[in-house]
């Protein structure tokens, strides 16, 4: 079945400028003084569109870009070209007033539980603030109704509103942010690695919660994660970033069981293995080049087996190689894998 | 297994914490043996006290933690009663430790080849020439690449993939008869996880070294060791071969947590969650420190602290309900 876009993510590029002021960018070279700027190109070229009420996740490994496109599309920060659609509408060059009633559509929840919940702060308190701020029209006690809705929502017991965040376990705690992004009622949530600083038994209850509530509210998810196998079990579709660029797209479901793409291929076969004895991996050769200096063409050419000319000049687009999955990659384009 | 020569005993090993608000165990009469050159998993949630088990075998638990009871016998000595100076001959040398995050482990104003020098001579009668030898030949061991320049490099010139190769040549460096892992590949990717794992796998079977590795990560263990060890507050509950223990798991802990996995659910499935938290070492209850979260909970439970002790299926578990 069609579904609508919800978000569209078109050629967005987010480069920092990581040198510093104008006397650290000076440098030395052929015996004259020289102003270098040294920017690490985070996200390059990206295009991806969610559409209403999936679970788009982005999978990757550490540097690849991946909280950098979620904040992007959050507006937190603002993209250095392209642009974001929130259903059809450019959201990425708006003001930060005209921004505030998109704030209520969309909301984030970030990974560390102990550093996103403000400690000063009680529960009922933080809580009660994106209500205040962006539903301004609610009564007192109407906002009083909402905070003890969604707690019992989320699993945290309402009387426990005045209490603060230290008196609260992880889990507890991730609940209490998750709370704070359906507060305004949003239709889309960004969750960058949620419960990667959560137990094992506790990232269940997490998970748990957050498909229970897609599935009551309707929610639409971009689900940024580095633990494979949980986004193989949430996910609909997935996109795998490397080095700032994505290179495959696909449904979950096709991504774990044909990943076209070699970097994917690589990825998924390292997925820790329970109940397998020893290894069987596909072993990358070399490290993972900064985005600092991206590699010509492909920039994963310099550690993949099936690289040629081409993939060293030509940089590959994102592109259906069948129904169900997009790569970018001239060997798979060339049939050559 | 009684067809290999016992390396490590510990037995009924208490460490606890006095504190001004009274004491707390950390590690209650934990018990476990590793022979030659096997490989057991210590799993468990963070607070378990997988990491302060690890700890105490080295005898470096500080103030004001202490062990209280228990023993601790490797390659036949007793290590709790060994004074400073034994224990420092034990340390790095018979039994070498490799932490969570490379960059804490390294000192990072020496060079690798120093570090790595200076560690020997402590330990080994030799010269600094001698000591360079067995360095590159270690370094090599860990698949690096030209290692006569490595030596020369400081820790901030490696990845975090190859600081902690380089952390395991060091742990390697007097062959060492137990390596404990602590998290070793926590802090890495996935791919750089694999390789490092398959290297510590392949170094300790080629060299026959025995390996505690203590991780949160099931997968992980079932991949790396021959034994598990499941802790819970404090305790092991359940304790056997790998294989069996992930295939068919008998204690309800040791059920709930890889029943929690999302590879044994169908994508998109309700994933079967224990409920509550794991309590932190001043409230774990009397009698069974699970009976909490257990569904399975009786009466009996919540009085006596179940014993581990072997069950049917093959396993050590301490659980009241399993005869």
Request: net charge positive.
């Amino acid at each position: 079945m069609p579904r609508k876009t919800l978000i569209s993510i078109q050629n967005v590029v987010k480069h920092f400028d990581i040198s510093g002021g104008w006397l650290d960018q000076l440098k030395f070279s052929g015996g004259r003084l020289v102003r270098r700027k040294t920017v690490v190109r985070a996200v390059n070229d990206v295009s991806l569109d969610i559409e209403q009420g999936e679970t788009l996740s982005v999978v990757g490994e550490s540097g690849c870009g991946k909280s950098t496109l979620a904040r992007t599309v959050m507006r937190l920060y603002p993209p250095d070209s392209g642009q974001v659609l929130y259903r059809g509408q450019r959201i990425d060059n708006l003001s930060s007033s005209d921004m505030k009633t998109y704030r209520t559509r969309m909301q984030m929840v970030f990974q560390d539980p102990y550093a996103s919940l403000n400690p000063r702060m009680s529960v009922r308190q933080i809580l009660e603030e994106p209500i205040r701020f962006l539903r301004g029209t609610l009564r007192r006690d109407e906002i009083q109704e909402a905070v003890a809705a969604i707690m019992l929502q989320v699993g945290v017991d309402p009387d426990w509103r005045d209490r603060y965040p230290h008196e609260f376990s992880g889990g507890q705690r991730q609940r209490i942010s998750i709370a704070r992004a359906l507060a305004v009622d949003p239709e889309f949530i960004v969750a960058d690695e949620p419960i990667a600083a959560l137990d094992v038994s506790i990232q269940a209850q997490i998970l748990n919660l957050m498909m229970d509530l897609q599935q009551e509210r309707g929610l639409t998810y971009m689900f940024i994660s580095h633990d494979l196998s949980v986004v193989k079990h949430i996910s609909s579709r997935v996109a795998v970033m490397y080095l700032g660029t994505v290179c495959e797209l696909a449904r979950a479901g096709t991504v774990f069981q044909s990943p076209r793409h070699p970097y994917t291929q690589a990825l998924l076969s390292a997925i820790p293995r329970l109940g397998e004895q020893g290894f069987r991996h596909e072993r990358l050769k070399g490290d993972v080049p900064t985005p600092i200096q991206l590699p010509s063409g492909c920039v994963f050419h310099g550690r993949c087996r099936y690289a040629d000319g081409r993939c060293v000049k030509e940089i590959p687009r994102l592109r259906q190689v069948d129904e169900q999955t997009m790569t970018a990659c001239h060997a798979v384009e060339e049939g050559r894998i | 297994m009684a067809d290999r020569d016992n390396l490590l005993s510990v037995k009924d090993l208490i460490i606890r914490f006095q504190l001004r608000q009274g004491a707390l165990t950390a590690v209650n009469r934990v018990s476990f043996d590793l022979a030659k050159g096997e490989r057991l998993g210590l799993v468990g949630e963070s607070g378990a006290g997988k990491s302060v088990t690890g700890f105490g075998i080295l005898n470096l638990i500080s103030k004001p933690g202490r062990i209280t009871h228990g023993s601790i016998r490797f390659e036949g000595r007793e290590l709790t009663q060994m004074s400073e100076e034994e224990m420092r001959r034990i340390r790095g040398n018979r039994i070498s430790m490799i932490f969570q995050d490379p960059m804490m482990t390294l000192n990072p104003v020496l060079t690798i080849g120093t570090q790595m020098v200076e560690t020997l001579l402590a330990h080994k009668p030799i010269s600094r020439r001698e000591a360079t030898e067995i360095a590159l030949d270690r370094i090599n061991r860990v698949s690096i690449s030209s290692p006569q320049k490595r030596l020369e490099q400081y820790p901030h010139e490696f990845s975090g993939g190859m600081r902690q190769r380089i952390v395991i040549a060091i742990a390697l460096l007097t062959s060492p008869a137990l390596i404990i892992a602590d998290e070793p590949t926590t802090a890495l990717d996935v791919t750089i996880q694999a390789d490092i794992l398959e290297l510590l796998l392949h170094l300790c079977d080629t060299e026959k070294t025995g390996l505690i590795l203590i991780t949160h990560d099931l997968a992980v263990v079932s991949q790396v060791t021959e034994r598990i060890a499941v802790m819970y507050a404090g305790t092991i509950v359940e304790t056997g071969a790998t294989g069996q223990i992930i295939r068919n798991p008998q204690h309800p802990y040791t059920q709930g947590l890889l029943a929690a996995l999302p590879q044994n659910v169908p994508a998109g499935g309700r994933l079967k969650q224990i409920p509550g938290v794991m309590p932190g070492p001043s409230r774990i209850p009397a009698g069974c420190p699970f009976n909490t979260r257990c569904a399975l909970c009786e009466e009996v439970c919540r009085t006596v602290q179940p014993p581990l002790e072997p069950k049917q299926a093959g396993c050590l578990a301490a659980c009241h309900l399993l005869n």
